[in-house]
């Protein structure tokens, strides 16, 4: 298993996501009370990348359907999203974050 440093955490304020790569797999990683989280960036509804929905008490509502997902669980939270996502670790060193890569390279 591998960390990739993916950001820096200045680049991320509280409730705000941005897709990363993480050796070439695309995640989204979220700010929520300045501790840091991932999870796949796909919804699992249909073709929406989840760092461009909203943040809000800990939840993702997808910019497509308004699907929402609990970011820390990422469990599917209401309809019409009903797949929960992948969730990946993440660490902080510093001002750097960190994701385990989800392919083990
Ligand atoms: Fe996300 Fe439909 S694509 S809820």
Known sequence: ???IKVASAQELSNDEAK????AGYGVALYRIDDEFFATDSMCTHATALLSEGYVEDGCVECPLHQGRFDIRTGKAMCA???VDLRTHAVKREGD?????SPAGK
């Open 80 to 82: 019409p999203v009903t």
């Open 96 to 100: 750097h974050i960190y994701v385990l």
């Open 1 to 3: 298993m591998v960390w």
């Open 19 to 22: 897709t990363v790569d993480v």
